[in-house]
């Protein structure tokens, strides 16, 4: 922060525009200093939106790179919440908040979050939600309410039960409680996804055995918020979270996706769009010649690009890893 604090505006301005000359996600000299920048612009311009949530998506990036050592996703959080003070419409800004609760495990505030987000109407399109998105909000909203639900019965369980008898009134409201549970499913904390189109979930002794396999099938296993391995055919390697992101939207999507649409779903804070993806796909391109140069995994097509491998591959996420959505929806 010391080494901006004498410049002006103006000057700060023209530093903005040196850094984004050299944009590099992956470099966390590069994150580091746009945090401190953006602060610092933020500073000076309360009300300007854009600092705001360029510091936001860089407090992510730094929080991924930083493995959470320095709580940069808390950072981020509040980072949020200053875009939501002055846009309290801002869909997309609950929206990625209430993802950042829920990896906080924060059931209540990401409940409230995402029920903003679903219920926000905000005039300017970027800050709005796409139709996946609405879906997305609205299946969190009842994951957190299950969750949260749970939790208060699991402490209804551990109430002294028998002392209650004398009371009539409280015997009744807990036998209502306790009549309206339903069975407690099968514990599936993973979600498999084969070929990109059949989703299942599966718990944990299923995702070691269907994960774990020797044979030639592309594997992309989102362990964590912050590590994701892709493996073929007994080789394996890691890739970043907004590459993985991309990745899986393209897995999803067998059929192609252009541009347009990739960027349309990134946090787009990036001055030159498309050649900020140019170089993720890149990057992508070169850790899957780690697996098998021989095979081209993802291929340019009019407008976009298609995730071209023929045979069967599985997508494997536990439901608290969010990664993709923090990042890409």
């Not at 997309?92 to 609760?101: D, E, I, K, S, V």
């Amino acid at each position: 922060m010391l080494r901006y604090s004498e410049y002006t505006l103006e000057e700060l301005l023209e530093i903005e525009g040196n850094w984004w000359d050299i944009e590099d996600e992956t470099d966390r000299r590069w994150v580091n200093d746009g945090v401190m920048l953006f602060t610092k612009l933020s500073s000076l311009d309360r009300d300007n939106i854009r600092y705001k949530e360029v510091r936001a998506y860089l407090l992510i990036l730094q929080g991924e790179s930083l493995k959470i050592k320095d709580r940069s996703y808390e950072r981020a959080i509040q980072a949020f919440r200053q875009v939501i003070r002055l846009e309290p419409k801002n869909a997309l800004a609950h929206y990625r908040l209430g993802f950042l609760y829920f990896y906080e495990e924060e059931w209540t505030k990401s409940l409230e979050s995402f029920y903003l987000a679903a219920h926000s109407n905000p005039t300017l399109t970027r800050k709005k939600l796409t139709p996946e998105q609405k879906v997305k909000a609205h299946y969190y909203i009842l994951k957190n309410s299950k969750i949260i639900a749970q939790a208060s019965l699991d402490q209804i369980d551990d109430m002294p039960y028998k002392q209650l008898e004398k009371n009539e009134e409280l015997k009744l409201l807990l036998d209502e409680i306790k009549n309206g549970m339903e069975p407690k499913e099968e514990i599936k904390p993973y979600q498999m996804i084969k070929n990109g189109v059949e989703y299942s979930n599966i718990s944990e002794e299923e995702y070691e055995m269907l994960s774990d396999i020797d044979q030639p099938m592309f594997i992309f296993n989102q362990i964590s918020l912050n590590s994701t391995e892709i493996s073929y055919n007994g080789r394996s390697t890691t890739i970043q979270l907004k590459n993985a992101a991309i990745l899986e939207y393209l897995m999803k999507n067998p059929n192609g996706v252009t541009r347009q649409d990739i960027i349309s779903r990134l946090s787009q804070q990036s001055r030159n769009p498309e050649a900020a993806l140019r170089q993720i796909i890149s990057r992508l391109r070169r850790k899957l010649e780690e697996l098998n140069p021989d095979i081209e995994f993802i291929r340019t097509i009019e407008g976009g690009y298609r995730w071209s491998w023929g045979g069967e591959y599985r997508m494997f996420k536990h439901f608290r890893c969010v990664g993709v959505e923090v990042m890409l929806d």
